[in-house]
């Protein structure tokens, strides 16, 4: 096997026993991002000098017996976290030239584990998509099907660990971006509790729905990239005091006396037959390690869109009113007034779903029509929270599916703005109700194309999704299937 193709668990243990160097590590991911990505589009900024440069820095600390615990491990992350190395640009025209003055917390935490970043991946602009489509630069590729969708807004995230573009990646997830582009590329990927990972250096979009966590290749690497990126951060105002378990010790064969929850209306008409089948059969596989199922109800799911469009928006609309030209990003310099200078800067900064999704925001926000929209939103939503609070009263985590398809073509929903809404349909109340929800690979359609099953539990129990997530992979036959990128 070639060495971009092992998961980050086993490149960690052959560093550590110097059996590999990380820049052998690291010359042969730069070797196969020179190989696929010019089909595949995963990297909006690729820095090769400065791989190699920090794979060397960590030989030398490990030959000293220094060096954190991914020290050496190639890593890439979603181009909506800052770097003072990197530009920043959250796949948008405005921010094309912008390198931040400051760094991320969670990059800071990977630096620290001594890992090496190889670049910043493809997204849809400020994280406003579910297929990656809206990057104003390039569109990524699912590696499974050149031309089919890799998902969003972490599109580019997931294909990169799909195509073995790095060993694992960071992404952010507001509606379910995360969890559904790591279903239709076939890889691991979790949101964390909010408050578990500090957002301090994520560009926000939404920020009580904005969580950044990890798509990885297999289970444990994700237990290890949530070791090293979790924990409190004074510099995160929501960042929750509490101590940080050491994720890989939940990864234990078996699953007695849990209880799993399937809510009824996440098995409803118009999920696709054969997602509906892989879901199954992924519940059957947990069945087998011990897993007890029962039926659990989520009464204000069918609110849970609705809910998210105004409540998103609207927080979007506050957020990016930052982006008016005057003090870093592009600036139109045609105008003759201020008032104009804004509005031609904004106009040709921002794509067509983000001056979109401006609008429906600051329409829910502006006089005599908060009341009646985001304040409406605002009490429904802390009824889907005690929704989550009631079923999980009577099971351990639930059950479901990811996305309601399989991955698409590119282009096929582009002009349908609702339809690309719905397909988040199953993913959007986690972050409404801030609990923590995970992808998990577990079978595929007749086309070859890969299906995720969904795990949601309580706040800050991550470690069960992860223990059940474990089981299924171990009986899922998944892992080790690579798409073949032609």
Same mark, same amino acid.
């Given at each position: #096997?070639?060495?971009?193709?092992?998961?980050?668990?086993?490149?960690?243990?052959?560093?550590?026993?110097?059996?590999?160097?990380?820049?052998?590590?690291? =010359?042969?991911?730069?070797?196969?991002?020179?190989?696929? =990505?010019?089909?595949?589009?995963?990297?909006?900024? $690729?820095?090769?000098?400065?791989?190699?440069?920090?794979?060397?820095?960590? &030989?030398?600390?490990?030959?000293?017996?220094?060096?954190?615990?991914? +020290? %050496?491990?190639? $890593?890439?992350?979603? &181009?909506?976290?800052?770097?003072?190395? @990197?530009?920043?640009? +959250?796949?948008?025209?405005?921010?094309?030239?912008?390198?931040?003055? /400051?760094?991320?917390?969670?990059?800071?935490?990977?630096?620290?584990? !001594?890992?090496? $970043?190889?670049?910043? $991946?493809? @997204?849809?602009?400020?994280?406003?998509?579910?297929?990656?489509?809206?990057?104003?630069?390039?569109?990524?590729?699912?590696?499974?099907?050149?031309? /089919?969708?890799?998902?969003?807004?972490? %599109? !580019?995230?997931?294909?990169?660990?799909?195509?073995?573009? +790095?060993?694992?990646?960071? !992404?952010?997830?507001? !509606?379910?971006?995360?969890?559904?582009?790591?279903?239709?590329?076939?890889?691991?990927? @979790?949101?964390?509790? /909010?408050?578990?990972?500090?957002? /301090?250096?994520?560009?926000?979009?939404?920020?009580?729905? &904005?969580?950044?966590?990890?798509?990885?290749? =297999?289970?444990? &690497?994700?237990?290890? #990239? @949530?070791?090293?990126?979790?924990?409190?951060?004074?510099?995160?105002?929501?960042s929750i005091k509490l101590d940080v378990p050491d994720f890989t010790a939940s990864l234990q064969d078996g699953l007695k006396g849990v209880k799993i929850g399937l809510p009824r209306e996440y098995f409803v008409q118009g999920l696709d037959p054969e997602v509906d089948r892989a879901v199954r059969d992924g519940i059957r596989m947990l069945q087998e390690a011990g897993a007890e199922l029962v039926e659990v109800t989520l009464p204000h799911t069918d609110y849970c869109v609705a809910v998210y469009y105004l409540i998103a928006p609207a927080e979007a609309s506050s957020n990016l009113a930052r982006f008016d030209g005057v003090r870093y990003g592009y600036r139109d310099r045609s105008a003759d007034s201020l008032i104009e200078m804004y509005n031609r800067t904004r106009s040709q900064g921002f794509g067509d779903e983000v001056k979109r999704r401006i609008l429906i925001g600051t329409y829910a926000l502006s006089s005599g029509y908060y009341d009646a929209y985001y304040k409406k939103a605002s009490q429904v939503r802390t009824l889907i929270k005690d929704d989550f609070a009631k079923a999980f009263a009577h099971c351990d985590l639930m059950v479901s599916p990811v996305c309601p398809t399989p991955a698409w073509k590119i282009g096929d929903k582009a002009d349908d703005p609702l339809a690309l809404y719905l397909s988040d349909i199953l993913t959007l109340s986690a972050n409404l109700a801030g609990v923590p929800g995970m992808s998990v690979p577990c079978g595929f359609s007749s086309d070859g194309l890969p299906i995720g099953l969904q795990l949601q539990a309580a706040h800050f129990n991550e470690e069960i999704l992860l223990r059940a997530a474990y089981n299924l992979e171990q009986r899922a036959g998944v892992v080790g299937k690579k798409p073949v990128i032609a």
């Amino acid at each position: #096997m070639e060495l971009y193709a092992l998961p980050l668990h086993e490149a960690r243990r052959l560093l550590e026993t110097g059996e590999v160097s990380s820049v052998a590590l690291t =010359e042969s991911v730069l070797a196969r991002i020179e190989a696929v =990505e010019p089909k595949v589009q995963s990297y909006l900024t $690729l820095d090769r000098e400065g791989a190699l440069r920090q794979a060397e820095q960590a &030989d030398i600390a490990r030959k000293n017996g220094q060096g954190g615990p991914l +020290c %050496g491990i190639p $890593l890439a992350i979603k &181009d909506v976290l800052c770097t003072t190395t @990197m530009p920043t640009t +959250c796949g948008s025209r405005i921010l094309e030239n912008f390198v931040a003055p /400051y760094e991320a917390t969670v990059v800071t935490k990977l630096a620290e584990a !001594g890992s090496v $970043l190889v670049g910043k $991946l493809a @997204m849809d602009e400020f994280a406003m998509g579910s297929t990656s489509e809206n990057c104003a630069f390039k569109v990524p590729h699912n590696p499974w099907k050149l031309g /089919y969708v890799a998902g969003g807004s972490s %599109g !580019g995230s997931a294909a990169a660990v799909a195509a073995d573009e +790095c060993f694992a990646s960071l !992404g952010s997830d507001t !509606g379910g971006s995360i969890r559904q582009p790591a279903s239709l590329c076939g890889t691991v990927g @979790m949101k964390p509790t /909010y408050g578990r990972v500090s957002r /301090y250096g994520l560009v926000a979009f939404a920020s009580s729905l &904005d969580q950044v966590g990890p798509l990885t290749k =297999e289970v444990r &690497d994700c237990a290890l #990239m @949530m070791n090293a990126i979790s924990g409190h951060d004074p510099k995160d105002s929501t960042s929750i005091k509490l101590d940080v378990p050491d994720f890989t010790a939940s990864l234990q064969d078996g699953l007695k006396g849990v209880k799993i929850g399937l809510p009824r209306e996440y098995f409803v008409q118009g999920l696709d037959p054969e997602v509906d089948r892989a879901v199954r059969d992924g519940i059957r596989m947990l069945q087998e390690a011990g897993a007890e199922l029962v039926e659990v109800t989520l009464p204000h799911t069918d609110y849970c869109v609705a809910v998210y469009y105004l409540i998103a928006p609207a927080e979007a609309s506050s957020n990016l009113a930052r982006f008016d030209g005057v003090r870093y990003g592009y600036r139109d310099r045609s105008a003759d007034s201020l008032i104009e200078m804004y509005n031609r800067t904004r106009s040709q900064g921002f794509g067509d779903e983000v001056k979109r999704r401006i609008l429906i925001g600051t329409y829910a926000l502006s006089s005599g029509y908060y009341d009646a929209y985001y304040k409406k939103a605002s009490q429904v939503r802390t009824l889907i929270k005690d929704d989550f609070a009631k079923a999980f009263a009577h099971c351990d985590l639930m059950v479901s599916p990811v996305c309601p398809t399989p991955a698409w073509k590119i282009g096929d929903k582009a002009d349908d703005p609702l339809a690309l809404y719905l397909s988040d349909i199953l993913t959007l109340s986690a972050n409404l109700a801030g609990v923590p929800g995970m992808s998990v690979p577990c079978g595929f359609s007749s086309d070859g194309l890969p299906i995720g099953l969904q795990l949601q539990a309580a706040h800050f129990n991550e470690e069960i999704l992860l223990r059940a997530a474990y089981n299924l992979e171990q009986r899922a036959g998944v892992v080790g299937k690579k798409p073949v990128i032609a």
